[in-house]
Nanobody, 115 residues
């Protein structure tokens, strides 16, 4: 079992920034596929940014150039730096890890972009 704990969400004005963190209860050094998804009510959970096999990074088109995913293996943590936030970025953001024989999700952190 792996526990993922997200933090860093909140209320921010349009154009503002937030940094989300996802701390894992096990070492992520060997984990290739790990990333961030988001969900709004009535809409399917969608990929935001993810580390892939081979070290590549995937971003959704809607966040390219504004969001940056990073990781600190020593802290077993990944991050999502979100800049130039828009109201349409409002969602619950979830961390996902694919490894240790399963797919794991965090509890989610709410991001609200509003003036």
């Amino acid at each position: 079992q792996v526990q993922l704990v997200e933090s860093g969400g909140g209320l921010v004005q349009p154009g503002g920034s937030l940094r989300l963190s996802c701390a894992a209860s096990k070492s992520i050094a060997s984990i290739s596929i790990m990333g961030w998804y988001r969900q709004t009510p009535g809409i399917q959970r969608e990929l935001v940014a993810r580390f892939n096999v081979g070290g590549s990074i995937m971003y959704s088109e809607s966040v390219k150039g504004r969001f940056t995913i990073s990781r600190d293996n020593a802290k077993n943590t990944i991050y999502l730096q979100m800049n130039s936030l828009k109201p349409e970025d409002t969602a619950v953001y979830y961390c996902n890890l694919l490894g240790f024989g399963s797919s794991y999700w965090g509890q989610g952190t709410q991001v609200t972009v509003s003036s």
